[in-house]
């Protein structure tokens, strides 16, 4: 097996090309570490995400599998099973479904159903959202269906450093983790990560902007349009909280009541239809954890209850700049 | 035209319904210690396979799969592995766990409802049942995988029925396993029955065994009542995936002599005709005639393994019914290495009600 001794350096690099140096460096760190897909190696992943590891790990390590999702589900548990650290790539979240009674049947519960004997360190990175005027079924936002799932963690990173820290922190997690990495956005930014080796911790919210007025919840791509919309409502004088949730199953309610306990409003913004999404989830929460702190309802901007449309119309699905902003409005008149 | 490629399936059998050679039989019959064993693990699993549906009808136990009539298949199986290699189930395997050094108190500890039932402490790195149907052949060519990454002398058996083969899990995974070139040996129960529906139900395929060249693998059939026939498969499956000569497929042919579980009443789908045929074909009473004939077996052998077996697992009962149930808080301990903030606070709401703290 070849060994790379990835260097410290400081590079300003998208958040996909995060995702392929945190891989490097998994790899370079764990020898269990290996990675496993459809046109993963050779090709290096349709979006490059794993391109090079190949060359510097060898094909043993670094697997192109048959096109069967299903199969890259339980190749990867049975792997765990035997202490390697299976990242496993789904092309897209849309495919990932043909996988999901290993996920839930198998993935999540090995550790509980032999009493800790086996367990699954493993990751299911998949690109996920929309956006990028992709195909039919390959703009799924459906990270509820597993944050559903005991057992699981679901993972979302929405810069580059943290797809960087919260991707290590991922595969050196003993249990299984779902990785959707947020496609919209993997070319759409850079920021300057350094190759240092270190993780971010899971299980915990990000506060990307401190606020007095209101708090807004939310992960993925939609970290950039509530960005956005704070910078133009603090213009309006509305001083906003901004929290990436980042792993949004099991969820760090603390640092949510925590903010709405200080705002007393929450806009809760992500990408998945509304109907039994996350952001209900964080609502419920709100409304049984800060009830008497809040100053006006809790509100969710969503995705509508309905399929994905096609690219020509994905733009008046997807919660827009303006979308938040009215929330907020609606929000501080109450 | 030209012909780019025939196949053959072989199908092997070395004893008549009676116990009595239909020719030469393979060296293994020689061992006599082998033999034996392999005949007191058919026993031991019978008796508790009869006492554990004895516990699910007075109460003592849940929904139980029998074993009957897989015994003679799932000891090859537990025979044919070594030590160091993986076993995968599906889930009427109880012959083969306790070839693989499952306890019986834990087989019964699962089957009523307890999860240190598979908490398994001789074979740590076996994978636990499998009740979804055929997903655990996706782990068994991970496994293989992980071995074959780690240039590791080792092999995966894996079980599964004949209804699991209908299952994409099964094709894909066979299909794996002859595109990498796994150590693994995939062994299809095919007991002519998935609850209900019959074997002819399943696949147009005149065999099982057949699917295994559609992923460039050799399939062979045998017949899973004859001990001889199903070990030698095992151990030549065994060899070729420790010799880095890639997986196999073998079809066991055999019927499930009891209900699919003890809460189905197979009397609704099949006639009795059927099952008394079947019985005709018992591979236990196979064996024990071909003991007799050999002079290795006598009626006062029979009578004090039929004692020993049945202490053995009366032993395992009290055991397993002398154990108490974890506590509730245990539902929570196991599913992550260590609990999330998240759930601690469920965690005490479980703790507080099982003190009787209960609001």
Redesign the interface.
């Known amino acids: 097996m070849s060994k790379v001794q990835a260097s410290a350096e400081t590079r300003d690099i998208t958040l996909v090309e995060a995702v392929n140096m945190a891989l490097h460096r998994a790899m370079a760190d764990d020898d269990n570490v290996?990675v496993l897909g459809e046109d993963i190696a050779t090709n290096g992943g349709v979006f490059r995400a794993t391109v090079g590891l190949k060359e510097a790990f060898g094909f043993?390590?670094v697997?192109d599998?048959?096109l069967?999702e299903?199969?890259i589900?339980?190749?990867?548990?049975?792997?765990?099973?035997?202490?390697?650290r299976?990242v496993a790539e789904f092309q897209f979240m849309g495919f990932i479904y043909a996988g999901m009674?290993?996920v839930i049947?198998?993935a999540a519960r090995?550790?509980?159903?032999?009493?800790?004997?086996?367990?699954c360190p493993l990751v299911f990175r998949a690109p996920f959202g929309g956006g990028i005027h992709a195909p039919e079924h390959h703009s799924e936002s459906t990270e509820a269906l597993f944050a559903h799932i005991?057992?699981l963690r679901v993972v979302i990173p929405s810069s580059p450093q943290r797809a960087y820290g919260l991707l290590l922190a991922a595969i050196r997690n003993?249990?299984p983790v779902i990785f959707l990495e947020p496609k919209r956005i993997y070319r759409a930014v850079t920021q300057s990560v350094k190759d240092n080796g270190e993780a971010l911790p899971l299980?915990t919210c990000f506060t990307l902007r401190e606020g007095d007025d209101v708090t807004l919840i939310t992960w993925g791509a939609c970290v950039q349009e509530t960005l956005q919309a704070a910078d133009k409502l603090a213009e309006q004088g509305v001083s906003c909280e901004v929290i990436d949730v980042a792993t949004v199953s099991?969820?760090?309610?603390?640092t949510l009541l925590c903010s709405v306990a200080k705002t007393g409003r929450a806009v809760i913004i992500h990408e998945a239809c509304r109907n039994g999404g996350v952001g209900a989830e964080v609502a419920a929460s709100i409304a049984e954890g800060a009830f008497l702190d809040l100053q006006a309802p809790a509100v969710r901007v969503t995705g509508y209850d309905t399929i994905m449309p096609y690219y020509r119309n994905e733009q008046h699905y997807l919660p827009q700049v303006e979308d938040i902003i009215g929330a907020v409005e609606q929000v501080i008149a109450l | 035209m030209r012909q780019i490629h025939e196949f053959q399936v072989d199908s092997t059998r070395y004893l008549d319904d009676h116990g009595k050679p239909l020719g030469e039989l393979p060296l293994q019959a020689e061992n006599t210690d082998r033999v034996l064993a392999a005949y007191r693990n058919m026993v031991l699993t019978r008796t508790f396979d009869s006492k554990a549906i004895a516990l699910q009808r007075t109460g003592k136990c849940g929904t139980y799969p029998s074993v009957l009539g897989h015994e003679v298949v799932g000891t090859a199986i537990g025979q044919g592995m070594r030590k160091s290699d993986v076993f995968v189930p599906y889930y009427r395997d109880q012959a083969s766990h306790i070839l693989r050094g499952v306890s019986l108190t834990e087989l019964l500890l699962y089957w009523g409802g307890d999860e240190r039932g598979s908490a398994w402490k001789n074979c740590p790195e076996d994978l636990p049942i499998s009740v979804p149907i055929a997903t655990q052949c996706c782990h068994a060519v991970g496994v293989a995988a992980a071995m074959k990454i780690r240039d590791q002398s080792r092999a995966v058996v894996c079980c599964i029925g004949d209804g699991g083969t209908s299952k994409g899990d099964f094709l894909e995974s066979i299909n794996l396993a002859g595109a990498w070139h796994l150590p693994v040996v995939f062994m299809v129960i095919n007991n002519q029955w998935a609850i209900s529906t019959p074997r002819s139900l399943q696949s147009g395929a005149e065999t099982i065994a057949q699917k295994a060249i559609s992923a460039g693998l050799p399939g062979h059939i045998v017949d899973g009542n004859d001990y001889f026939a199903t070990v030698e498969a095992l151990d030549t499956a065994v060899e070729r995936a420790h010799s880095g000569k890639g997986a196999t497929v073998i079809e066991a042919v055999t019927y499930r002599l009891g209900d699919h579980t003890t809460a189905d009443d197979a009397t609704r789908y099949r006639t009795a005709e059927d099952l008394k045929r079947a019985w005709e074909k018992d591979g236990i009473k196979r064996l024990q005639n071909w003991l007799h004939d050999r002079g290795l077996w006598s009626p006062d052998k029979e009578k004090a393994l039929q004692a020993e077996c049945k202490q053995t697992v009366e032993k395992a009962v009290e055991s397993y019914l002398a154990t108490e149930a974890e506590p509730p808080t245990a539902m929570l301990d196991y599913l992550f290495e260590s609990l999330p903030a998240a759930l601690q606070q469920q965690r005490e709401q479980i703790a507080d009600r099982y003190r009787g703290g209960r609001a």
Do not use: C, F, W
């Open positions: 290996v043993k390590r697997m599998t048959p069967a299903n199969l589900a339980g190749a990867a548990i049975g792997m765990a099973t035997q202490g390697l299976p009674e290993q049947s198998h090995m550790r509980n159903r032999t009493r800790g004997r086996l367990h005991p057992g003993p249990d299980d099991p969820l760090d309610r603390e």
